[in-house]
Each structure stands twice: as C-alpha cells, then as structure tokens.
C-alpha cells in the first residue's frame, strides 16, 4: 500500500514509517520542511506539507491509500518544551487540523486517513472523557510528568476528534495510552475502545514502536472506520 505519513519526523510518525516500511508498503513521509531531511532507506520519499492548509494537503493526496496524521505543534521528539508551549498557547490547533484534513478529501472520498491523538478523549467512566474530567486530569498529567497548564490541550485535542464524528470521510481516530515513550517492540498488546486500556497496576501505558504496530494493523486491516480505538498493555 501507499501510505502518506504527517509529522513523520515525531516519535510516533517516525516508528510509523519505520513500521510500514518493514512491513513492505511504500510511504510518503511529510514534514513542515522537507528539504533538509536527508533519507538512504528505500520506498519512502519525503515531501513537506501544511497540515494546516487544506490545500497543501490536497495536492498530496492523489496516490495514498491512507493517510496518517501525528500531527502536534513543534515536534515533541526533538523539543518537548516548545511543543508544551504551543500546544497551550494554542489548543484550538487540533480542531483546525482536522477541518483542513476533512476538507482536503472531500476531493479524494476514497483515501483513508488516520489521526493519532491523544488519551484525553477517553473514557474515565461511561460519558465521561478524561478532559472534562477536573481533579482526575490533573492527577493524570502528574503522572506522566506534564504541566497542569496543558489540560487546555487535552481538551483541544479532544475537540478534534469530535470534528472527525461529524464527517462521512473514512476517518479512524488512534488513542495511544497515557503514557506513551519510546519503548521496545514487542507486537503484544490488548485493544480497546473508548476506555483506557490498563494493567495490572492499573497503569494505562504502550511503547510508541507498539502504538506504530498497532497504527499499521488498521492500514492493512481496517477494524475502526469512523471510530476512535486505544491499545495498551
């Protein structure tokens, strides 16, 4: 398969295209500037986009079979402080970026699109999403090491994917766990829907080299159209 790969540069998108290589597909990998990248491996080209920009989009669109969104402002990988920064200072980015996706393929209906979000959405207990969840979200991010200011990003990032539940496009929207890092592939996990998936120790948590497993599952296996789902071990 084609797949198209936005923030492939981020510690997600990077192991995604990592993934959908191993696994044989040919991928586009998308960053703000493309132009400095320099790339050995083979099938995978790297083009720079607005994710921003329903236009830009667009016009990269024709030939993907699906596309993956790890969009976030900044790049979390190479600079987590500045992309706490945006996120806050900015929360409504995220709804933004999903009306330019939707709107980019209203042209090209067929083409999948997969957004990577985030836990904020889920669950803590049936109709109540961590976001709007007060004490709870607070007592979260101390968890996983986050300011409190950034509760404000959560809830933005929740409201991107409400704008996705009203659209007709072939949309699936990926929650990793809430605490998410660089890890070991191990390829086993439990899937689940709009709760947090936890341990033992209750702990909801994934590697983001297994949310890349998971993330391409659902290229070659479609489970989740127009539905949200979440892994964790």
Known sequence: MHIGVIGATGTIGSRVVTEALGRGHVVTAFSRDASRIEESRPNVT???????????????????????????????????????????????????????????????????????????????????????????????????????????????ARDGLNVLRTSNRLWTYFSPAEDIAPGERTGRFRIGGDQAVRDADGRSRVSAEDAAVALIDEVELPRFVQRRFTIGY
């Not at 992309?83 to 209203?106: C, G």
């Not at 803590?124 to 409190?148: I, K, Q, Y």
Request: hydrophobic fraction near 45%; aromatic fraction near 2%; charge should be negative.
């Open 46 to 156: 790297w083009a720079s986009v607005d994710v921003l920009d329903a236009a830009s989009i667009a016009a990269v669109l024709p030939g993907l079979d699906v596309l993956i969104s790890g969009f976030q402002p900044g790049n979390a990988a190479k600079d987590m402080a500045d992309t706490l920064q945006r996120s806050i200072a900015d929360p409504t980015v995220h709804t933004t970026a999903a009306r330019a996706l939707l709107k980019a393929l209203e042209s090209h209906p067929r083409t999948r699109l997969i957004v990577i979000g985030g836990a904020g959405s889920l669950e803590v207990e049936p109709g109540v999403v961590l976001a709007d969840s007060g004490e709870h979200l607070h007592r979260t991010l101390d968890e996983v090491g986050l300011p409190r200011e950034y509760a404000a990003a959560v809830r933005g």
